[in-house]
């Protein structure tokens, strides 16, 4: 049975933890992370990431405060792209969405990108427009997507069993956003729980681990990323997990 205010407790810790990236110099602006030698920087990406975190919790006015401050169109500091052109298919953006280099060759078997295709292929199925024209290789199904996740996940590690080492926990929380958003009960809750498992006691979330519980041990910091994803999936898995158990009672 899910605990809704253990749950509500740690989103709370982890909203509260990325208080404290905020920059001094603008309040709508955020850090990567606290540290001063790692990583302390403000990504275009995660600024556009936390405009993305505040419309899911449905904080509007944060939201837009965020986007008033940042340009989200600015290529993305750490990998090819603009700064909205992967996190933007979480709150249904597909214009801006980088299909096909998300879904190329180089990237079919990366488990963040299995996730945020198979968000991008549920949006095309509900819209019924399908195939897409100009693609490198015919889209899967999210059905498949889910599948495909669910096969790499390695139930007594605790992360994906086939991604290089140190294992990367972002990749679990997008797959926890994807199964949310394609109602799927069992994903929610086993990754639920594995993010409240793996929170740090400051409300963030690392990225980097080599065991089940066990961060990298050089190197590896609470960060804003990992965070604002883990908060999103949080938050999403306990409103669908909520609607199925209400609707459960009414039967």
Known sequence: MLDREAVDRRINNGLGFLELLRTSENKHKFWETLDPKIDHKVWPQSQYLMYVLFTVLGNA?????????????????????????????????????????????????????????????????????????????????????VTQL???????????????KPAELYKLSLFAIFA???????????????LMETQSDNGGWKTHWIGRMTPNPVGTVENLETTALS?????????????ETKASSRT
């Not at 969405?97 to 180089?106: D, E, F, M, T, V």
């Not at 908060?231 to 609607?243: D, G, N, T, V």
């Open 150 to 164: 669910a096969g790499y996940y390695d139930n007594e590690l605790g992360f994906f069993s086939n991604q290089s």
């Open 180 to 194: 949310a958003k394609a109602f799927n009960q069992e994903w929610c809750r086993k990754l639920t729980d594995r």
């Open 61 to 145: 006015s944060e939201a837009s405060g965020v986007k008033a401050n940042n340009d989200f169109l600015e290529p993305a500091g750490d990998r090819e792209g603009l700064a909205l052109d992967r996190f933007c298919i979480i709150i249904e953006d597909k214009d801006s969405y980088a299909l096909n280099r998300i879904s190329n060759q180089a990237n079919r078997y990366s488990e963040d990108c299995i996730s945020l295709l198979g968000l991008y292929c549920q949006e095309r199925e509900k819209e019924k427009l399908w195939p897409i024209k100009n693609l490198r290789y015919r889209l899967p199904s999210s059905e498949k997507c």
């Open 231 to 243: 908060l999103m999936a949080l938050s999403l898995s306990l409103r669908l997990l909520e609607r």
